[in-house]
């Protein structure tokens, strides 16, 4: 699993992904890590594949006891299948994730880990140095779905939102948006059910300052890239399995 | 701690085969209860004509009931068994990753904070291990009660033909209660006999 310090000013953000050791017929994944003095928070933090390649990647740069939080944007297998070996490894720690899919979360078994349903218009979290949004990202694609936006960084973890279907050997940033186009295309069109929620979603996310937009698939979105995929994903029609 | 994953996977068929095993258990046991209730009721009937015959359907009776609790006992325990068992191996596959973490990050900065991680659920495993192998006795111990009560029925089985030799109007109909009872505890004989061997897949887990 390779780790990539993405942001570092106070405190810290972690992509780990494009993990060589994973099973070819498993989606690759990125899941994200906020680390601040006291506390690290762990963003969709995968499945039960990617668990032990995780905790190692993790280890490199903070102690089990650190992580005192996690996050899932929805309830997805490849977000958040890993809970029931978290709930053994951070028996004290919290799970922020959409208050709806609390009761279908524990059955990947929860016993120790503590539920923080998030309520529909979004919360926030404190980790000490920095404040953390959860925005709401309902129907992109899961009925109850958060994106993380962390103000000082200028970074926003979108989900599945900005993701790519593409070869886990590829960079960690979009350099061509041309290029790149057609490996999020069918996944934004086939995923996302909503044209009115992608809208609703896109209005509030250009009102945020944003330098990169980090999906769970794929590359990272920097600079004016982040602008050319919001007008590109505005532009797009989605929920594409019903005809029209 | 065996680390083999077919066996364990082969622990829940296992008692999820006793269950079933002793399921249809349940119906014959239940059918010679009728059975020995319909008997008693004739036997009433009939008075001093039926001397004898009564305390033997009145055991018949009672030995199907034991039966039915028994069938119960032995599902609840299986049950019990079974999900202690998916509690252990919850423990030990975050068990077989942590460690794995810890062979191959051994030069990780903070790799020695799993540590306490590992001593922790390694109690935790030591705790229901032991919680395991006590239910396990319990199972095995409901097992053999059943054995034991089915080869009292037989005795009572064959005591019944005895005395319908003596006994002549109710004969035919206590010869029924007794075939029934000595088929039904044939056959409740066999199911146990079959849930010992599913048993031995399950030891043969607990003792690796
Ligand atoms: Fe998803
Ligand atoms: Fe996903």
Wanted: net charge negative; hydrophobic share 40%; glycine share 4%.
């Amino acid at each position: 699993m390779k780790s990539t310090k993405i942001y570092d000013n106070g405190h810290q953000w972690f992509m780990f992904g494009r993990d060589p050791e994973k099973p070819e017929s498993i989606i690759d994944t990125n899941q994200y890590m906020i680390v601040t003095d006291e506390r690290a928070l762990l963003m969709d933090p995968g499945g039960i594949e990617v668990f032990a390649p995780m905790l190692g990647a993790i280890l490199h740069h903070a102690n089990v006891e650190h992580i005192t939080d996690l996050f899932a944007s929805h309830q997805d297998p490849d977000i958040i299948s890993s809970l029931g070996l978290w709930d053994q490894a951070l028996p004290h720690a919290k799970l922020h994730a959409p208050w709806i899919w609390e009761s279908f979360l524990r059955h990947f078994g929860m016993e120790n880990i503590q539920y923080v349903g998030i309520p529909d218009e979004g919360s926030e979290i404190n980790l000490g140095t920095v404040n953390l949004k959860f925005i709401p990202a309902h129907y992109l694609h899961a009925s109850g779905n958060y994106h993380v936006y962390d103000p000082k960084a200028r970074i926003l973890m979108s989900g599945d939102v900005g993701a790519a279907l593409e070869s886990d050997q590829s960079p960690i940033f979009v350099d061509d948006f041309e290029e790149h186009i057609p490996k999020m295309k069918m996944f934004h069109q086939r995923w996302m059910p909503s044209n009115r929620a992608k809208n609703d979603w896109i209005k509030r996310v250009r009102e945020l300052e944003i330098d990169y937009l980090a999906p769970q698939h794929g590359r990272i979105f920097k600079g004016e890239n982040v602008t050319k995929f919001l007008d590109w994903f505005e532009a797009l029609e989605v929920g594409t399995a019903i005809a029209s | 701690m065996s680390t083999d994953s077919k066996l364990k996977e082969s622990r829940f068929v296992a008692l999820a085969s006793i269950a079933a095993e002793l399921h249809s258990v349940m119906a014959v046991a239940k059918g010679v209860s009728l059975a020995a209730k319909n008997a008693k009721y004739i036997s009433a009937q009939a008075g001093e004509n039926a001397l004898g015959f009564q305390p033997i359907t009145d055991f018949i009776d009672e030995i199907s009931q034991q039966a039915i609790t028994g069938v119960n006992s032995i599902n609840e325990a299986a049950l019990k068994l079974s999900k202690i068992a998916v509690y252990e191996q919850r423990s030990c596959n975050a068990y077989q990753r942590f460690n794995l973490v810890y062979t191959k990050h051994k030069n990780a900065n903070h790799i020695k904070s799993l540590s306490d991680t590992m001593i922790r659920v390694e109690d935790k495993m030591e705790t229901t291990s032991k919680k395991y192998k006590h239910r396990l006795n319990e199972l095995v111990e409901l097992l053999e009660s059943m054995d034991e009560c089915m080869r009292s029925a037989q005795s009572i089985a064959s005591v019944s033909r005895i005395v319908t030799s003596s006994s002549n109007e109710y004969q035919a109909k206590l010869e029924i209660v007794a075939n029934s009872l000595d088929e039904a505890a044939k056959f409740i004989k066999e199911k146990v006999s079959g849930s010992y061997h599913h048993l031995n897949h399950i030891k043969a887990y607990s003792n690796g």
